[in-house]
């Protein structure tokens, strides 16, 4: 059973930090590329970072300079560090496979950037 559990979500203050950790099961880890999506309430889910099975790495505009997508191959878990963090920021965060594995979408974590 495919699976992706998210965690590290939180409540913090513009210019603060969180870093999101997913746990991935079920799939041939380290061939995937993997991402992480974001989604805010009425809008389409959107990709913000990608790490490529190979090494390389691609971000959305927005976030660009300030979020980080890593991954650790020998835990099966894909991470994102994000740094000056912004009110626009503010939605429910998800790692899935790129492209993702619709019928699979994990809870997410909930992040907050709020003053």
């Known amino acids: 059973q495919v699976q992706f559990v998210e965690s590290g979500g939180g409540l913090v203050q513009p210019g603060g930090s969180l870093r999101l950790s997913c746990a991935v099961s079920g799939i041939i880890f380290r061939l995937n590329d993997m991402a992480w999506y974001r989604q805010t309430p009425g809008e389409q889910r959107e990709r913000v970072a990608v790490t490529i099975s190979g090494g390389s790495r691609n971000y959305a505009d927005s976030v660009k300079g300030r979020f980080s997508i890593s991954r650790d191959n020998t835990k099966n878990t894909v991470y994102l560090q994000m740094n000056n963090l912004k009110s626009e920021d503010t939605a429910v965060y998800y790692c899935?496979?790129?492209?993702?594995?619709?019928?699979?979408w994990g809870q997410g974590t909930q992040v907050t950037v709020s003053s």
């Open positions: 899935n496979a790129n492209p993702p594995f619709q019928q699979f």
